[in-house]
């Protein structure tokens, strides 16, 4: 772990296993780390990086509040499956944004939640496959997909598999509406309980506002 932790604070970039798929981390703070990243995994201006944390402690580097719903469904769901969408701080790293919001989890246990707690500080989650391909569940996999990046020195690789199955569910938290971006392994049904015990409802469509 301390080679990996060693990795991350020199900018490179880590794949590791999460509760469903590989992921590829970097330190989420670091420009030049982002740019690894997309030299290992191209991705256009309108995907946004979704990212782990390694505890609710670490939110206010990446968003400027935290509303009543949003520590809800954390409460309810965290560590774990769900992917919380706010409004971002205004001096985080664009490329890790979409639309103005930053989508972000604690990771349920896996290797990748042992590597976000060891390093501290927000990093990237993408899943480790180039675009358009199936998301890795082994460590072979990643070399197949993202061999040249390894052989390069930018990408190591944590061994071990995943699961495979669902990805996280996403959900877009704003005032007292929200909205599902991505119906994963959280039902869209247990959010919307969570939310109206926190005062707030689940819309069907539209960005909340």
């Known amino acids: 772990m301390k080679e990996l932790i060693a990795a991350l604070e020199a900018g490179l970039v880590v794949a590791a296993a999460t509760e469903s798929f590989f992921g590829l981390f970097v330190d989420a703070t670091s420009s030049a780390a982002l740019d690894n990243l997309l030299r290992v995994k191209p991705r256009g201006a309108d995907k946004g990086i979704p990212l782990v944390m390694p505890h609710a402690s670490s939110w206010p ?19 774990g499956p769900l992917t919380i969408a706010l409004p971002a701080r205004a001096e985080l790293d664009r490329r890790v944004t979409l639309d103005g919001s930053v989508a972000v989890r604690i990771p349920a246990p896996s290797p990748a939640a042992e590597l976000t707690r060891a390093f501290g500080k927000p ?49 877009a938290v704003g005032g007292e509406r ?15 309980e969570v939310l109206a015990g926190a005062g707030a409802r689940l819309d069907e469509a539209g960005w909340p506002s």
């Open 178 to 192: 929200s909205r599902i971006v991505r119906e994963g392994r959280v039902a869209r049904a247990r959010v919307a």
């Open 61 to 79: 580097l990446l968003v400027p509040e935290v509303p009543p719903a949003a520590r809800a469904l954390a409460d309810a769901f965290w560590p």
């Open 123 to 171: 990093l990237t989650a993408t899943s480790a496959n180039l675009p358009g391909d199936a998301p890795a569940t082994d460590e072979a996999a990643v070399a197949e997909q993202l061999g040249r990046a390894i052989a390069s020195g930018i990408l190591l690789v944590l061994p071990g598999t995943s699961p495979g199955g669902l990805p996280s569910t996403v959900v």
